[in-house]
């Protein structure tokens, strides 16, 4: 699908939102990802395209991705995106993916999400609070400092349980702080019909379905999403 690049908005420490207009209506499902290529003229070994949740909701009128920017280490991708100019033609792959909610709304859900694993979090819960359907979910959310909640007043505002858990708190935190460990998902998933959205840097997602599988939750309320290239927070 064609795109035109509209603007990048702020949204945390050294994380942005790329807003981008497409040519025609997009039919997606939140929570579905892309792949983006940027015109690079001398691409390193990781290439001039990757692939990026969706962080936007269908119900918005632009597409828009979430990315982190290291200071001073980033790809030559990510430069070549943090210096994108509004009006750029782009080609993006149509959506995909089965990160996305059940069908049955009945079902309590727990989203377990560490760093940019937020993005297709935010997609679904956007989607859910634009259409206004109410479902049972409590999101569990690891960043390294509170600088880096991103969508925080999203999540403050859709009824639902929020917590956030800050690796370094800051003086005075009163909120959960240390890992993400399978015993604080499961406190959180004791209904036998709740499903566990993992979503977050590959090593520590496997980890968790790891540690979530021999402590007997089953495989089948398990739904997982793997972010590669990112450290463990």
Known sequence: MQVTFDHAEDIALHIKTFWFKPDKPVRYVAGQFTEIRLPIANPDERGDKHWFTLSSSPTEPLLGITTKFTPKHGSAFKRALAALKPGTHLALAEPMGDFV??????????????????????SMIKWLHDS???RSIHLIYKVPTTRELAFSN?????????????????????????????????????DPHTMVYLSG?????????????????????LVTDYFHGYPVI
């Open 101 to 122: 909610l059940p069908l049955d709304t009945s079902i309590p859900l727990v989203f377990v999400a560490a760093g940019m694993g937020i993005t297709p979090v935010r």
């Open 132 to 134: 206004g359907q109410k």
């Open 154 to 190: 999203l999540f403050e505002t859709y009824d639902m349980q929020f917590t956030p858990v800050i690796t370094t708190p800051p003086a005075g935190w009163q909120g959960e702080s240390g890992a993400l460990t399978a015993a604080r998902i499961l406190s959180a998933a004791q």
């Open 201 to 221: 840097p590959e090593i520590m997602v496997e980890r968790l379905v790891k540690e979530l599988t021999e402590r007997d939750l089953p495989s089948h309320r």
